[in-house]
């Protein structure tokens, strides 16, 4: 098993603690991980990406150009990583920030609304743990459990008391994902 | 080391690694890519467990030069910075090797030249192997290629000096430095005794001793003849560094027709591209110093013999190429491949220049 997964949105909308709580997750499997992250000088309002890599075996490199999953929460994400998914690869994307369509036919292409979905939960923060449902319903690489432990390594303990609402969010974006397109695929190729 | 395993960027595995090991000080001044170092060190609070001294001075200048006197008393001391902070270290560093003294400086490198940008690079290479400050010395310089040598290189490295009585440097760069991996940090060792201190550094200044002449720690001699002798001590302690701790580790090499050369994070990045080259049947390997200085020139003059041509990988404009080529001697081509200013060579950036200016 080997994931390479990018996840990009603006600073401040949980990129880079949403791929903390992954890889947190990952390790709670006796799994291989790396985090890499991408950001300028600024920590809210800038564009901030951050690279998972989830295996079975040691990683190579940290940086990867090419991803199996890209989770892209705003436009200027969707510009820069659409066309760096592998080939059958995953695009998931919140239809909140993004009003064009996915040009690729050759991935698959899931919406989430999570950013509705946290403000009807009335809770920005939850956003990215609604998106880490999303993902975690298409492409169950950890079990929800090591996501709780992850969390609750990755959170100071003076946070714990967040961990029931965290979950809650989780639960949800399992359930609001939503397929938008399947991959064409041509035959014989895998990724 | 213990069997706890944790996630953690490279500059906060220094930090943890700096306490556990033992260290007396540390002297620093923010700056990104690498104020982690220094936030983790205010955050585990050492000098409430362990005693250790953590401080922010006003200055690069003034945490070089706290690190020379802590060293003149024997301690373990350090300093990290990222490359502008480390060009303003460079006085310290060259005194610390003119005075022989230990102790540990860290550069998470950043692009440049000038303030340049926050991103990765490995363009502080020269800086670093060729003396970035003034006069004939060197500097022992480990490049982690991993959030685990991050935390290794602390011990290493403080070993090393100490037992050469020479300032030692970990250069790493934004990538290592700032990326989350596992990591097992090494058991908690307590500092030293003073009576250890003064026992395993008959050299330090720790105040009158009444049976033996006072120690002098100093780079200063006026006369020319002394001087000349100080020198030639020097050069005789580099070359047993050279004959005795080079470091290098090679990927894949056995069977390899091509040979990537890459440190750090590029080396990483060549072991991505080797799996994407060998995928389509160009059997490449990867030889990466660990030592960028002493160089591991004899491996390479022995890969040169095997493989039919070299190419470097760094993140700047074609730095360790030089040592590359004067490593093999014109026995084969070695070609450079390199991003600047804070970009990030891709695997498959890699492969496409391998093709272009290797394969034959």
Same mark, same amino acid.
């Given at each position: 098993m080997l994931q390479e997964i990018v996840i990009s949105g603006f600073g401040g909308q949980g990129v880079l603690s949403m791929g903390k709580i992954l890889a947190y997750s990952g390790i709670m499997e006796n799994k291989e991980v790396s985090w890499f992250p991408a950001y300028g000088p600024e920590q809210r309002g800038g564009t901030a990406n951050v690279t998972v890599i989830i295996s079975d075996r040691p990683i190579s490199s940290p940086v990867v150009n090419r991803f199996d999953i890209a989770i892209v929460l705003n436009k200027p994400s +969707?510009?820069?990583?659409?066309n760096r998914v592998k080939p059958g690869g995953v695009l998931i994307y919140d239809g909140y920030a993004i009003d064009r369509k996915v040009q690729r036919k050759d991935i698959d292409v899931y919406r989430i609304n999570a950013m509705d979905e946290?403000?009807?939960?009335?809770?920005?923060?939850?956003?990215?743990?609604?998106?880490?449902?999303? =993902? +975690?319903?298409? *492409? %169950?690489?950890?079990?929800?459990?090591?996501?709780?432990?992850?969390? /609750?390594?990755?959170? %100071?303990?003076?946070?714990?008391? !967040? =961990?029931?609402?965290?979950?809650?969010?989780? !639960?949800r974006g399992m359930e609001i994902v939503e397929r938008e397109q399947q991959a064409e695929v041509p035959e014989g190729i895998t990724h | 080391m213990s069997e706890e395993i944790s996630l953690m960027k490279g500059n906060e595995a220094i930090a943890?690694?700096?306490?556990?090991?033992?260290?007396?000080?540390?002297?620093?001044?923010?700056? #990104? %890519?690498?104020?982690e170092v220094i936030e983790t060190l205010?955050?585990?609070?050492?000098?409430?467990? #362990?005693?250790?001294?953590?401080?922010?001075?006003? *200055?690069?200048? $003034?945490?070089?030069?706290?690190?020379?006197?802590?060293? $003149?008393?024997?301690?373990?001391?350090?300093? *990290?910075?990222s490359?502008?902070?480390?060009?303003?270290?460079?006085?310290?560093?060259?005194?610390m090797a003119g005075a022989e003294l230990p102790g540990l400086i860290v550069n998470v490198q950043r692009g440049g030249p000038g303030l340049g940008t926050i991103q990765p690079s490995q363009a502080d290479y020269f800086q #670093?192997?060729?003396?970035?400050?003034?006069?004939?010395?060197?500097?022992?310089?480990?490049?982690?290629?991993?959030v685990q040598e991050m935390a290794?290189?602390?011990? =290493?490295?403080?070993?090393?000096?100490? /037992?050469?009585r020479n300032p030692a440097m970990i250069l790493s760069d934004g990538v290592i430095g700032q990326m989350m991996e596992k990591v097992r940090l090494p058991e908690h060792r307590r500092r030293r005794t003073d009576a250890e201190i003064r026992e395993q550094c %008959?050299?330090? #200044? !720790?105040?009158?001793?009444?049976?033996? /002449?006072?120690?002098?720690?100093?780079?200063?001699e006026l006369d020319s003849e002394v001087m000349e002798k100080n020198n030639e001590r020097f050069q005789a302690k580099y070359r047993l560094i050279e004959a005795n701790e080079v470091r290098y580790e090679e990927v894949q090499c056995d069977d390899a027709d091509y040979l990537l050369v890459a440190f750090g994070s590029a080396a990483r990045i060549c072991m991505k591209t080797i799996e994407l080259a060998r995928a389509e049947g160009i059997r490449v390997g990867l030889l990466r110093p660990i030592t960028l200085w002493p160089f591991p020139t004899k491996a390479l003059a022995a890969r040169a013999g095997k493989v039919k041509a070299m190419l470097t990988v760094e993140l700047n404009a074609g730095q360790m190429v030089e040592d590359v080529r004067l490593a093999v001697n014109g026995a084969v081509p070695v070609q450079h491949y390199g991003r600047m200013g804070g970009i990030i060579p891709t695997p498959e950036g890699v492969l496409e220049a391998l093709k272009e200016k290797v394969v034959r």
């Open positions: +969707l510009d820069k990583f659409e946290s403000m009807k939960m009335d809770n920005a923060k939850v956003f990215n743990m609604i998106i880490l449902g999303g =993902l +975690l319903r298409i *492409s %169950p690489m950890v079990e929800l459990e090591n996501v709780m432990k992850g969390l /609750k390594e990755s959170l %100071p303990e003076r946070h714990h008391k !967040l =961990l029931p609402m965290n979950e809650q969010a989780i !639960l | 943890h690694a700096a306490i556990r090991f033992g260290v007396d000080g540390y002297f620093g001044y923010p700056i #990104t %890519p690498q104020s205010m955050e585990e609070a050492p000098w409430k467990t #362990t005693g250790m001294v953590v401080l922010q001075a006003e *200055s690069e200048l $003034a945490a070089i030069n706290m690190v020379y006197g802590g060293a $003149a008393c024997g301690k373990y001391v350090m300093t *990290s910075s490359s502008p902070g480390v060009s303003l270290k460079q006085e310290g560093i060259s005194y #670093t192997v060729k003396g970035g400050g003034h006069g004939d010395y060197r500097l022992i310089t480990l490049a982690p290629a991993s290794d290189f602390v011990a =290493l490295g403080f070993e090393l000096s100490f /037992k050469y %008959p050299w330090a #200044t !720790l105040g009158k001793t009444p049976d033996r /002449k006072p120690n002098i720690i100093t780079s200063l």
